[in-house]
C-alpha cells in the first residue's frame, strides 16, 4: 500500500549546524515529492520540491536529497536558525491520481 | 491572492449535532484536498477533488462524513452527526494541477466535539 513514514520524530540541533531530516515512501509511483514546514497554529507551508527524474534540487539555504533505489528522501537545512523550528513532513504525489500523502512529521528543534 | 480561506477558524460543538467546514480555494486552482490533522495519526487525506470532481474519498473515515464542491470556488466538509473523537484540525489545499504540483494550504479549522 501507500505509506510515508519519517525515520525519527524530533530532531534537536545547535542554532547554527547544519540539519538532516530524513523521510521514507514505499510507492514505486510516487513522481513528485515535496517538503512542508509547519508552526504552531497555522497549515503546512511549501518549502522545496523535487520530481523523480532529479536526485538533488537547491533552494535558500535547502537542498531536498531524492534516492529512488532506497525510496528515501531527505531535507539538509543549512546553518539553522531559530526560525526554523517547526514541524517538517514529506509528502508523495501521484502524479496519475493526484493524490498527496504525508508522511508523520518530524520535529525540528532548535537550541539558541 | 488571499490564498485558500477556511471558515471557521475555531469550531466548538456538542456532540451529535452536526458540523460544516468551508473552503474556498485559490482562484484558477482545480484540485482541491481536504485534510484532518491529529496527533496521533498526523495529516490524513479524506477526500480529493479535480475539478469539482471527487476523484478519491477513500480516506473519508464513515459514513457521518461528506463533502461536497458545487463549484469551483467553494467546498464544504460536512459531518453530521459528530463525535468527540472527530476532534481535529481540519486543513483545505489547493493545486493548480492533477499532480506534480505544489498543494497550497489554509490556517486550517479546529473542531473540538463535546
Known amino acids: 500500500g501507500e505509506s510515508v513514514g519519517l525515520h525519527l520524530p524530533t530532531l534537536s540541533v545547535q542554532e547554527g549546524d547544519n540539519s538532516i531530516i530524513n523521510c521514507a515512501y514505499s510507492n514505486s509511483a510516487s513522481d513528485y515529492f515535496i517538503w512542508y514546514k509547519q508552526e504552531s497554529g497555522k497549515g503546512p507551508q511549501f518549502i522545496i520540491d523535487?520530481?523523480?527524474?532529479?536526485d538533488k534540487r537547491q533552494g535558500q539555504r535547502v537542498t531536498v536529497l531524492l534516492n529512488k533505489t532506497v525510496k528515501h528522501l531527505s531535507l539538509q537545512i543549512a546553518a539553522t536558525q531559530p526560525g526554523d523550528s517547526a514541524v517538517y513532513f514529506c509528502?508523495?504525489?501521484?502524479?496519475?491520481?493526484?493524490?498527496?500523502?504525508f508522511g508523520q512529521g518530524t520535529t525540528l528543534q532548535v537550541k539558541p | 491572492d488571499a490564498g485558500v480561506i477556511q471558515s471557521p477558524r475555531h469550531e466548538v460543538t456538542e456532540m451529535g449535532q452536526e458540523v460544516t467546514l468551508r473552503c474556498k480555494p485559490i482562484?484558477?486552482?482545480?484540485?482541491l484536498f481536504w485534510y484532518r490533522q491529529t496527533m496521533m495519526r498526523g495529516l490524513e487525506l479524506l477526500i480529493y477533488f479535480n475539478n469539482n470532481v471527487p476523484i478519491d474519498d477513500s480516506g473519508m473515515p464513515e459514513d457521518r462524513f461528506s463533502a461536497k464542491m458545487p463549484n469551483a470556488s467553494f467546498s464544504t466538509l460536512k459531518i453530521q452527526p459528530s463525535e468527540p473523537r472527530d476532534s481535529a484540525v481540519y486543513f483545505c489545499?489547493?493545486?493548480?494541477?492533477?499532480?506534480?504540483?505544489?498543494?497550497?494550504f489554509g490556517q486550517g479549522t479546529r473542531l473540538t466535539v463535546v
Open positions: 523535487i520530481r523523480s527524474n532529479m
Open positions: 509528502a508523495e504525489n501521484n502524479g496519475n491520481t493526484g493524490k498527496l500523502i
Open positions: 482562484s484558477g486552482h482545480n484540485s
Open positions: 489545499a489547493s493545486s493548480s494541477g492533477t499532480g506534480g504540483t505544489e498543494a497550497f
